[in-house]
T-cell receptor, first 113, second 111 residues
Framework: DGGITQSPKYLFRKEGQNVTLSCEQN?????MYWYRQDPGQGLRLIYY???????QKGDIAEGYSVSREKKESFPLTVTSAQKNPTAFYLC????????????FGPGTRLTVT | QKEVEQNSGPLSVPEGAIASLNCTYS??????FFWYRQYSGKSPELIMF????GDKEDGRFTAQLNKASQYVSLLIRDSQPSDSATYLC???????????FGTGTSLTVIP
């Protein structure tokens, strides 16, 4: 059963703590992405990765970090430097970065208080 | 200027009517065009993609692409209350090899 999984579905953290969001795909896709979505807003790109051990900053990378040690996995760390971390975080993957459709995981809703 | 622009709506149509959603894009070199549906609190789901000028039909959905005018549209025939969602237009394959999303159009189908 191919797809993208994100865990956990809901996450609560105290201000000042780093938190890591998981994203795994078994679609054999080369490219993976992290987006942030705030209520009533569109998707904003945080980071993306075209291949293993390589990733690029998106439009709002400050306060976030990623790694891509395996093709299947692209975890996102929300650091304490991120000023407004409460949001809906979406992971996506695609065969490549140019012209290919992206498929999304179910998302993680992070609340920081 | 945004890469992809959509009317945010909300767009309301009665059940059984045709819903028409529009999107314009700025990069004339864009090659691939996608429509996603996002229910409230859920992640986006791909419903259509189109690469060539003209119409592409899939069930009640028709995607229309006009590269000369740089617009892409989605028609939903026989609209159902279950079609009520936000529809995101996405464009890819342009000069920057980036994937750009519009901010979405909220559609409500009234029973």
């Amino acid at each position: 059963d191919g797809g993208i999984t994100q865990s956990p579905k809901y996450l609560f953290r105290k201000e000042g703590q780093n938190v890591t969001l998981s994203c795994e795909q078994n679609l054999n896709h080369d490219a993976m992405y992290w987006y942030r979505q705030d209520p009533g807003q569109g998707l904003r790109l945080i980071y993306y990765s075209q291949i293993v051990n390589d990733f690029q900053k998106g439009d709002i990378a400050e306060g976030y970090s990623v790694s891509r040690e395996k093709k299947e996995s692209f975890p996102l760390t929300v650091t304490s430097a991120q000023k407004n971390p409460t949001a809906f975080y979406l992971c996506a993957s695609s065969l490549g970065t140019s012209g290919y459709e992206q498929y999304f995981g179910p998302g993680t809703r992070l609340t920081v208080t | 200027q945004k890469e992809v622009e959509q009317n945010s709506g909300p767009l309301s149509v009665p059940e059984g009517a045709i819903a028409s959603l529009n999107c314009t894009y700025s990069d004339r070199g864009s090659q691939s065009f996608f429509w996603y549906r996002q229910y409230s609190g859920k992640s986006p789901e791909l419903i259509m993609f189109i690469y060539s000028n003209g119409d592409k039909e899939d069930g009640r959905f028709t995607a229309q692409l006009n590269k000369a005018s740089q617009y892409v549209s989605l028609l939903i025939r026989d609209s159902q209350p279950s079609d009520s969602a936000t529809y995101l237009c996405a464009v890819s394959g342009g000069s920057g090899n980036q994937f750009y999303f519009g901010t979405g159009t909220s559609l409500t189908v009234i029973p």
